[in-house]
């Protein structure tokens, strides 16, 4: 589970916060087939960025995000 950094959802606990982020992750897999296979990967790109909190200043490593994908 992704570190969390709000003040605000700090206080909810980590198994209220991991079904958050479960139910996140289901709703983006039924929504995934609106978009080209493209759009699809570059959404799951900055996911990563987003889940492994890594600046827009920092560049990916591919090897790290294709083992994240898979």
Not at 11 to 23: Q, V
Not at 27 to 54: G, H, N, P
Request: charged content about 25%; some cysteine; hydrophobic content about 45%.
């Amino acid at each position: 589970m992704r570190k969390v950094d709000s003040p605000a959802l700090a206080g909810l606990g980590p198994e209220f916060l991991a079904a958050i982020e479960h139910n996140c992750a289901v709703a983006d897999a039924f929504s995934a087939t609106d978009f080209t296979l493209c759009v699809y990967l570059m959404k799951m790109r900055e996911y990563f960025r987003w889940q492994q909190a890594i600046p827009y200043s920092d560049n990916l490593e591919s090897e790290a995000l294709g083992k994240w994908i898979r």
